[in-house]
């Protein structure tokens, strides 16, 4: 099947605890309408519920990432209908498992969004990551203006939002928006989730849920406490789930398979 007639809709494919979500709407290069966005978010649900589902790549059909809203949709929205449109992409941002990216073409838009809402991206040869908003003569939306500058910093994310500024695949790793570039981006996106996929899917969750605490105690809101306390804040965010750990099956088991092989040495 080729990618031009590729259905439309939001496809899941798991396998080995990795969820793999495509965007599929090939002639329109993915753009978000209302249906698209609801199934997004459906098959994130999906995947937060399944047991068998460690952790999420989101990629889109080529060759395309996804190039946004679609125009119609967004035109005719007014708060109710953006939300409606942002449904898929905050379903990503707000997903308690780890995602990554597979992004393989355009991300335009809502669909920089879409991107920015994972925790790690990766990118192909022909990624793209576009903006668009005041070229379209629209405000930012989605909470992009706060994403992208927690993603890249202040200076690279005005450039892109304020002055167009069009980051190519190799562009986007040197500024920290991609982690690294491959030629098939989607398969590397599954090897890199190996790891959460090996491990156990609670202590998978609670970590996710620890970085994300963790991770506010860099806000500006922390200057002027010192990295002892915000050291001690980190530890303690830690330090419960971490002894839940210690006492579960999982943790003995590969402890006793650890030590078994370090005596066969």
């Known amino acids: 099947m080729t990618a031009a007639s590729s259905p439309v809709g939001v496809w899941t494919n798991v396998a ?8 599929s709407d090939p002639d329109r290069r993915n753009a978000l309408t209302l249906p698209l966005s609801e199934a997004l978010a459906t098959a994130v649900a ?25 125009l ?16 898929g992409f905050l379903a990503v941002a707000n997903c308690t498992l780890p995602t990554v990216a597979a992004v393989n073409g355009a991300a335009v838009g809502a669909g920089l969004n879409l991107a920015l809402a994972t925790d790690v991206r990766l990118v192909g040869p022909k990624a793209r990551f576009d903006a668009r908003f005041l070229q379209l003569g629209l405000h930012p939306g989605g909470g992009m203006t706060w994403m992208l500058q927690r993603a890249i910093g202040p200076s690279a994310a005005r450039a892109s939002v304020l002055f167009g500024q069009i980051f190519d695949a190799d562009a986007a790793v040197a500024n920290g928006l991609a982690l690294a570039k491959h030629d098939d981006v989607v398969s590397a996106a599954v090897r890199l989730c190996a790891a959460p996929a090996a491990a156990p899917r609670e202590l998978v969750l609670a970590t996710k849920a620890s970085m994300r605490s963790t991770a506010s105690l860099g806000h500006p809101a922390a200057r002027g406490t010192s990295d002892i306390d915000l050291h001690a804040a980190a530890l303690t965010t830690e330090l419960t789930p971490q002894v839940a750990s210690m006492a579960s099956p999982e943790f003995a088991a590969r402890l006793e398979a650890m030590r078994a092989k370090i005596s066969t040495r």
């Open 16 to 23: 080995d605890r990795v969820a793999v979500i495509t965007v």
């Open 46 to 70: 999906d995947c937060q519920s399944n047991q068998d589902v460690h952790a999420v790549v989101i990629t889109g059909a080529p060759p395309a990432f996804c190039a946004g809203a679609d």
């Open 72 to 87: 119609t949709a967004l035109g005719a929205a007014k708060e109710e209908g953006l939300r409606r449109i942002y449904a």
